[in-house]
């Protein structure tokens, strides 16, 4: 008998794991092949824009996706650096075999965690209540379980005409969980996703490429641990373009795709932010070339990935493509592209903490919500798993707000909105962007990991530290005066500054924006990590804006703290309209802050809600 | 804290008096600031007070105050409510003052949500405001519908889409930084924009004020020397439209006098006392009440004899004006022509004689011509003249503002693009069509991106 079982062993299935762990708590993960766990079974990189920004919140929570990334990166990259530090993140190129490898590593530190293989594909459940699962041999008991099946559920594999039942990289897929997840209710839908193919390093005409470097300064995913590294050894990724002939081949034979007359049985929806090579030459007519990135996948492996080149063209088609791309002309494809259709749960049948609303303590994370990419995957999985511990300690749930995660932005798009599409986190998608950066994660998320025990001593020590510095570093740059003495004036005139009339504060000259924090060393040495020196930068200088963010974020949060009772009959209600009446009994929002985001329920709606709720609190 | 929010509590355009509601921690101190009268600060609670609006030394309006101190008030919170007696515009003015000394306009529905919010409707008394909630919903709809339809509203998506546009392009450049083929939107690029989408709504918040006083009214008045005509006009205009002329007795609305309506265009005639006492003075035209009378004036009707050379005191007049909608209107053309119409170059002018109706026609085609009423569509009239479309037109204005201001400050791009997304939000209120997820779509729509 466990107390929880993880069904999955990619990023979410690791971080819900390992978090449980944490939690002291019985954790089996059962995964069908323990040497492929964690997988990286598309792009070799992790973080980016938004994503990187959840790996640091995974990873101020207590979770593991940023320090074994860090452990494994050969490329590190921070990105919209020209931009201002609300949108920059950080990307690394991840040693896909190193990756895995050090996540086993992880996992098998957790004496607490065993680690089964198995395929499960079906649940044991007693009064609407979970109580283990069942593999092909085996039944497994535990007291609450994480679904997180990845693209593993009825998947497909489609390349040109052919379909295939098969998890990515010919791994073995579930063949009844969904059924069964069906059969209990669950509204299944089916999506879609591909990849590009890999080709071998050694038969790449690199010099016909534009060189990628990574960035010329340490960096890393962890709040707790800088590590440095040797900046000489890090790889390089290679751009190269999609030319006339290509986009020729692929209208010649554009209906050999499997998305375009391939296969006559398509269902399933791509996700709109990562179309195919087809889907670019044929939406996007006037292109003339589409950029291509050459990834290493690892050190020791020769494949490399095309980034770009995601198809369902049959292989021949795909031998075709790939040569007629510079640099690729003679190259030799490893693996070939391919498009997987899977089936994935409709999110909003989830509350808040991840638990379905059907089965009590029954958990889902990961690509079977209907998201995409690890690290929402992580995101949800560490969320997850907090909230599975939660539950069997009968302790209230933890939900992330919209203001204060990335992680709350997924959570919350997903159970209220939904998905159509493969869900992609994008800073689009927060309100309150600013508020959630790169820098801050750890001022955002640190304080929960250290409240429910998931952060080390020395963690909480080395965050607390940052702190104490941060503020007096604050206080030093708002005692320091500078007068407006010609000398003075020289300088700020030489960084294009205005001069001074009166004497001002370093923390008001900060505030300029042509005034970086390193000009201020002229009259008050700074001498700080580069990590607070960040935080410290972006705190004075984007206060006014940071602090109309917060205001509006309270505005939200009032609505927020209004509690949806359960039960609720909302065709009971009168006055409320039909559309609003239908998508409220669905999603079943549990505050009125959430009801408020539903597409379809009018602000005029929320005011006759909130009098019913007022009225039902009353007892009238 | 809880924001102080401001609106209008009576139907606008309906009865003699208008309530302004004000409610929030802050809503006596900034009564307080914006009223002469009694210190409402010291006020005892439920009390009215009597005294005046004012912004700056200029008096607004003459007004009641109800002071409510929490809790024993319809939102539970601190509430001032303001009886305007000076009608709509003047109603509308007080308003902008309140907005102006940070108060926030308050959304359809959002004294009733505080009040329920605070614990101050249970739902039996709700119901009734439920109703209410219900059918001002209803009319926003159609409200939004008919404005659809209508050429302003038409102009505010199109600077919306434009905005729509920008943002999900900067959205592109943020979430795919590494895709060079897609153009980077520059803080040049935002600020060309910017200065093209505020010129544009500058022009519709115009015509809006202006579709507003179709509705309201132009304040107008006649001026000009003695026997030059003024109650002649005057008396023409009333004689076409005897039945309309009303004469507002025992209000505070000592402005308005009377109301013309020519063909659809009211004019609300302001101090047409002071044209009957004129004719017992002699000789100059009073300089000094004339430039008083200006400043209150949308609308001057400066009348002058084509019988008589220009004095000077006209003269001076004149100049006045020329700053002003107005209209110099050159009577009595009947007879021989003695003013020197050269001293007249770049005004507005028209020759009639009160004795010919026909000539009188000629005025009134000016006066529309002037306010661009041709041009604007009837049905966009009902939504453009509420006080909560203009208000917020207004702040999209301010908003578009502050984005030059951190252009210049040189914000970087993804900065400035939060509060571009401020100005899509209040222009997606105008329209009814605030709605994230095309920002999202369009991302995808225009742009090709992916692994």
């Known amino acids: 008998m ?44 992790i973080g980016g824009s938004a994503k990187g920004v959840v790996v640091r919140e995974v990873d101020a ?52 965690i065993t680690l089964v293989e198995g395929m499960a594909e079906d649940l044991i459940i007693e009064n609407a209540q979970i109580k283990g699962i069942k593999t092909e041999q085996e039944e497994y008991c535990a007291r609450a379980v994480i679904l997180t099946t990845g693209t593993y559920l009825k998947a497909d594999i489609l390349i040109g005409n052919t379909r295939k039942r098969s998890g990515p990289g010919s791994e073995k897929p579930s063949l009844y969980l969904s059924d069964n997840l069906a059969k209990l209710g669950f509204d299944i839908i089916r999506l879609k996703t591909g990849t590009p193919p890999r080709v071998d390093k050694n038969t790449v005409n690199f010099a016909v490429t534009d060189e990628e470097k ?53 269902a399933s929806v791509g996700p709109r932010y990562c179309p195919s090579i087809e889907d670019k030459i044929m939406r996007f007519y006037d292109k003339e070339r589409h950029q291509l990135f050459l990834e290493p996948v690892s050190l020791k492996s020769p494949k490399v990935y095309i980034q770009g080149l995601s198809t369902s063209f049959p ?107 493969p869900y992609r986190l994008l800073t689009s998608r927060a309100e309150y962007r600013l508020l959630l950066r790169n820098d801050n994660a750890d001022q955002r998320l640190s304080h929960y990991g250290e409240k429910y025990g998931l952060l080390c001593k020395k963690e909480i020590e080395i965050f607390k530290q940052k702190l104490k510095k941060l503020k ?65 930068e972006v705190q004075v200088k984007y206060e006014g804006y940071i602090k109309k963010a917060e205001k509006d974020a309270q505005k939200m949060l009032k609505l927020e703290k209004i509690k949806i009772p359960e039960g609720i009959d909302y065709y009971k209600i009168q006055n409320l309209a039909n559309e609003a009446k239908q998508k409220l009994s669905e999603i079943k929002p549990t505050t009125l802050g959430q009801a408020n985001r539903i597409s379809g329920v009018n602000p005029s709606d929320i005011a006759i809600l909130s009098v019913y709720i007022k009225g039902k609190r009353n007892g009238k | 804290m809880e924001k102080t929010i401001a609106g209008v509590a009576t139907a606008l355009g309906i009865g003699a008096i208008s309530i302004i509601r004000v409610s929030g921690e802050e809503a006596i101190n900034i009564v307080n600031k914006i009223f002469i009268g009694e210190n409402l600060k010291k006020a005892a609670s439920h009390t009215i007070h009597y005294g005046f609006i004012v912004e700056g030394e200029k008096r607004v309006d003459e007004v009641l105050v109800s002071i409510m101190r929490a809790p024993r008030t319809y939102t539970k919170e601190d509430v001032v409510e303001i009886n305007c007696h000076g009608g709509i515009i003047a109603t509308n003015k007080t308003l902008e003052i309140l907005l102006a000394n940070g ?14 919010l605070n614990g101050r409707i249970d739902l039996i008394e709700a119901e009734g ?145 002071g044209i009957r006492k004129t004719k017992d003075k002699i000789e100059k035209i009073g300089v000094q009440k004339s430039l008083e009378l200006i400043k209150k004036a949308e609308l001057i009707l400066l009348v002058l004899d084509n019988n008589k050379k220009l004095d000077n005191d006209e003269l001076k007049i004149i100049e006045k004006v020329k700053d002003k909608n107005h209209i ?83 914000q970087p791009v993804d900065v400035l693009e939060i509060d571009l997304k401020r100005v899509w939000h209040e222009l997606g209120l105008i329209t009814g069509k605030t709605y994230e997820e095309e920002i999202i779509e369009q991302l995808f729509a225009n742009f090709c991106l992916g692994k």
């Open chain 1, 61 to 112: 929570l207590g979770g593991v996706i940023g320090k074994i990334a860090d452990q494994s990166q050969i490329q590190m990259k921070k990105l919209n650096i020209k931009k201002g530090p609300a949108v920059q993140a950080y990307r690394a190129q991840i040693d896909k075999d190193l990756y895995q490898k050090n996540m086993l590593k992880e996992l098998k530190k957790h004496s607490n």
């Open chain 1, 214 to 266: 990574g960035a010329d300064a340490c960096l890393n995913f962890s709040n707790f641990k800088q590590n440095e590294y040797d900046l000489n050894k890090q790889v390089s990724c290679y751009l190269t373009y999609t030319n006339p002939q290509t986009h020729e081949i692929i209208r010649n034979n554009i209906n050999k795709s499997s998305m375009y007359g391939g296969l006559q049985d398509i």
């Open chain 1, 472 to 536: 007096k570093w604050e206080q030093k740059l708002k005692e320091t005066y500078i007068s407006p003495n010609i000398e003075n004036n020289e300088y700020l005139q030489k960084l294009n500054s205005t001069k001074l009339k009166d004497r001002i504060s370093l923390y008001d000259l900060l505030k300029r924006s042509e005034i970086k924090l390193e000009a201020l060393q002229k009259w008050l040495k700074i001498d700080a990590e580069i990590e607070i020196k960040e935080k410290l």
């Open chain 1, 315 to 421: 292989i021949e088609i795909q031998e075709q493509i790939v040569h007629s791309i510079k640099g690729l002309e003679k190259c030799r494809i490893i693996t070939y592209a391919y498009a997987i259709e899977y089936d994935a749960i409709n999110p909003q049948q989830l509350k808040q903490n991840l638990e379905t609303k059907l089965i009590k303590n029954l958990f889902m994370a990961g690509q079977i919500n209907g998201t995409s990419g690890y690290e929402e995957a992580a995101g949800q999985g560490i969320m997850a798993g907090i909230n599975a511990c939660l539950n069997l300690d009968k302790k209230k749930a933890f939900v992330l707000k919209r203001n204060e995660a990335y992680i709350g932005v997924l959570i919350d798009d997903l159970v209220t909105k939904g998905v159509i599409d």
């Open chain 1, 2 to 45: 466990y107390d929880i079982i993880v069904v999955g062993g990619g990023h979410a299935g690791c971080e819900a794991a390992i978090i449980a762990a944490k939690f002291k708590k019985k954790v089996c993960l059962i995964t069908s092949n323990i040497n492929n766990i964690a997988d990286l079974p598309c792009n070799p990189s």
């Open chain 2, 129 to 273: 405001v439920m109703n209410l909630i219900n059918s001002q919903t209803e009319l926003n709809r159609a409200a939004a519908f008919n404005q659809l339809q209508g050429s302003v509203s038409a102009r505010i998506e199109k600077n919306r889409k434009k905005i729509t546009d920008l943002i999900a392009h900067i959205a592109v450049n943020i979430d795919y930084p590494e895709y060079e083929d897609i153009e980077e939107v520059t803080v040049d690029k935002i600020k060309k924009n910017v200065r093209k989408i505020k010129k544009d709504l500058l022009e519709v918040y115009q015509a809006s004020k202006n579709g507003k006083l179709i509705q309201e009214g132009i304040n107008t008045v006649i001026i000009g020397s003695p026997n030059v005509g003024k109650s002649s006009l005057l008396n023409v205009l009333i004689e076409e439209n005897k039945a309309i002329v009303t004469d507002i007795a025992g209000t505070t609305r000592d402005l308005v006098e009377g109301k013309l309506n020519l063909d659809g265009v009211i004019l609300n005639l302001i101090d047409t006392a």
């Open chain 2, 328 to 410: 110099i209107v050159i009577n009595k053309i009947d007879l021989k022509s003695q003013i020197d119409k050269k001293q007249l170059a770049n005004a507005n002018v028209v020759e009639i004689s009160t004795f010919e109706q026909e000539k009188v026609t000629k005025l009134k085609e000016k006066i529309k011509e002037m306010f661009n009423l041709e041009k604007i569509q009837q049905k966009d009239l009902t939504y453009l003249t509420s006080a909560r479309s203009i208000a917020l037109l207004q702040k999209t204005i301010a908003i578009l503002e502050e984005i030059e201001s951190s252009v210049a400050n040189n």
């Open chain 2, 103 to 116: 108060c926030e306009l308050a959304e359809p529905g959002e004294f009733t949500k505080r009040a329920f």
